[in-house]
C-alpha cells in the first residue's frame, strides 16, 4: 500500500531553534511536495521536490531517493512560522497521498 | 494575480440537496483536483483532472461527480449529500499534467455541513 508518514506530529519549539520535519513513504515516487498550512485554513505550497536540494529563504527541503525519506528545515524559527506542515507524494502518477502533517509552534 | 478561486466558501446543506462547489483558475494550468481535510484523516485526494475532458477518481471518490468541459474550471458535484460529505474541501491546480506536476495553487477552501 501506497503510504506517507510524518513525524514528529507535534513540535514546539523556542524561537531562533533550528527545525527538522520528517516525511518517510512507502515505495518509489516520482515527486514529493512540501506544504504549508495557517491557522484559518489556506494552503500554500512550499517545494516540490524529485532528488536533492532545495532552499527558499529560511527553508531548505531535501530528498534522499533511496531511503525514500524527505526532510523540511527551518532555520532561526519564528513564531509566524508556526503552522501545520504536509507532506505529499505522487506514487508515479498523478495522484497524490498525503501524509497527516506536522503541528509546529514557534513560542517567542 | 494567479489564483483560484473557490465558491461558495461557506455552505450548510441538509441531507439529498444537490449541490456544486465550483472552481475556477486563470493560469491556463493542465492539472487540477479536488481535496477533502478531515480532523484525524487529513488531506485526500477526491477527484483530478489532467485537462479537459479528462478526469480520474482519487482515493475518496465516492458519493462525488466532476467534470472538465474547460480548462479553467473544475466544479464539484454533490448528487445527493450525506453528513459524512462535512468536511473542508480544496481545489488545487498546477501547471504540467504529468506528475510531477509542478507546484500547487490552492483555493481559500470551502466549509460544507451537511445536516
Redo the contacts between chains.
Sequence with gaps: KNEVEQSPQNLTAQEGEFITINCSYSVGI??L?W?QQHPG?????LF?L?SGKKKHGRLIATINIQEKHSSLHITASHPRDSAVY?C?V?F??????????TRLTIIP | EAQVTQNPRYLITVTGKKLTVTCSQNMNHEYMSWYRQDPGLGLRQIYYSMNVEVTDKGDVPEGYKVSRKEKRNFPLILESPSPNQTSLYFCASSLLSRAPTGELFFGEGSRLTVL
Design positions: 516520482s515527486a511536495h506544504l485554513g489556506g494552503i500554500v505550497s516540490m524529485s504536509i505529499a505522487h508515479g502518477n498523478e495522484k497524490l497521498t498525503f501524509g497527516t502533517g
